[in-house]
Structures are given as C-alpha cells and as structure tokens.
C-alpha cells in the first residue's frame, strides 16, 4: 500500500488500477440527519435543565459552542471517506488520505450483519465488512458509506476474482487455506476436529444462518454458523467446483 494526500474525487482511470468501476461516498446525507440530532437533543436539554437558573445565559452559550464543536468534529471525522473501486483494485480514503490496494492483496473479507433498534421502534440492518490485506492492515466498510451493501457485494466479487486461482494453486500443492473456523485442503473440508472427504461431500446449502455441507446421502455433516466465515462467496465458489453432479448423487 501506498499513502499520498489529494484534494479532488478520481473518477477517471488509475495506471496502476485500470478501469474505472464505482465511486462510494460517506453517506452525507445520513451525517447531517444524525448531527443535528446530536446537536439539538443536548441543546433541548441544556435549555431545560439551564431555564430557570439566574445568570445561566454563559452557561448556556458556553454549553451551545462545546456540544458544537464536538458535533461539528464528528461530522467533519466522517465527511470525507470514499472508496473507489476500480478493475484491478481499489482507493480507501480517510480525510486528505487515499491508501491504493490491489484485490489480490486482501486476504480476508468478512460480513458481519446485525439488526438494531432505535428506542424500540426504528429498525434498521447494519452491515460491517473487513477487510485484511496481506501487509496486516486492516480496513472496514460500514453504514458511513452510501449504498454499503452493493460496495460490499462489489468488493466481494473483485475480491473473489482476484484470490481463487491463487487459492486454488495452494490447494492444489497440498495446503490447506483457512475460511475462518472452517478450513479445505486437497483432500476435503475440516471443521470442528472433524474431516469430509471430497469423495464423500455431497452438496452445500446456505440456509437459516449458516453453511450447511451434507454428504453424499445428503445427511448434514455440519451446520456452520456465517458468523464463523471468511471469503464466503471464494469458499462457496470452490465448495461448488467440488459438488457431485446431478447423476453422482443418491436420490
């Protein structure tokens, strides 16, 4: 990874990256929704607590200017994130900045999906995905960005492209590549102190939460939580390559 400083959006094509794909800004919008509700409750309340106290006037313009300028440095914080996907890799820009990283680099992306609750009434899914590179940096795609689930499923599929032949190569030479709590090797998948053998593997299902592998006379094996995972989409992808087809498998 390279770190340089830049004043201006890229939007044209990278030398180095090649083809433009996507642009994804911090989610703005939703940043000035969530200030001015972090201005004007403590405000409301300052204005309360402050109404009937004598000589409360600095207090109160003292309280204004502290809870502005904590808002207006969280706001700004957030303001100028941006990822910029293009056909070789993609731009990760934190205020003045951008890191450049090939897909090939990011040994590691993970989902991490939650429902929350805002005083019990506004619902809302949020969705985090990490990202490891092999120089151990460690990045994070989350709601700050606009339009979160199609970057992520963007970065996922690059990602994806990029590491299966170079996983591939390793599981052909015998090694055994780690999907998070679950592993696959030349000989089959391993999980829990236990071993499948390719022979033996039926067919996989993503189902109620979790990645469900059945033999061969489509009895679960093991039911492994997404939780657990890592490169979902590169690990059902060589899970697939290995299912039996239609005719090989019992009725």
């Known amino acids: 990874m ?10 044209e094509d990278d030398p180095i990256l090649g083809r433009f794909v996507a642009y994804f ?12 509700l972090l201005y004007g409750i403590p405000v ?26 904590l808002v207006g440095w969280y706001v700004l914080h957030l303001w100028n994130r941006e990822v910029t996907v293009y056909e070789n890799g993609f731009t990760y820009r934190r205020g003045g900045q951008l890191g450049y990283f090939r897909f090939a680099e990011i040994t590691r992306i993970h989902q991490h999906a939650e429902r929350v609750s805002y005083f019990g ?19 994070q795609v989350n709601a700050v960005y606009k339009d979160v689930a199609k970057l ?21 030479q015998g090694k055994s590549v780690e999907f998070g709590s679950l592993a696959l090797a030349g000989s089959g998948i391993s999980y829990a102190n236990r071993q499948l053998f390719w022979d033996d593997f039926g067919k996989m299902a993503i189902e109620r939460g979790a990645l469900r592998l059945y033999d061969r006379q489509l ?6 939580p997404l939780a657990e995972l890592d ?17 090989s498998t019992p009725a």
């Open 44 to 69: 409301l309340v300052l204005q309360v607590l402050l109404a009937n106290v004598e000589g409360a006037s600095v207090l109160i313009v003292a309280g204004y200017a502290m809870i502005a300028l």
């Open 152 to 172: 992520g499923l963007l970065l996922e599929s690059k990602i994806t492209a990029a590491r299966q032949p170079l996983v591939e190569a390793e599981l052909a």
């Open 2 to 11: 390279t770190t340089t400083r830049f004043d201006n959006p890229l939007f």
């Open 25 to 36: 800004p911090s989610y703005r919008l939703r940043l000035l929704i969530i200030g001015g």
């Open 121 to 139: 009434i506004i619902k809302r899914d949020v969705i985090t995905y990490t990202l490891n590179t092999d120089q151990e940096e460690v990045l």
């Open 231 to 247: 490169n979902l989409m590169l690990l059902v992808n060589l899970l697939r390559d290995h299912q039996p087809t239609l005719e």
């Open 219 to 224: 009895a679960e094996w093991a039911a492994v």
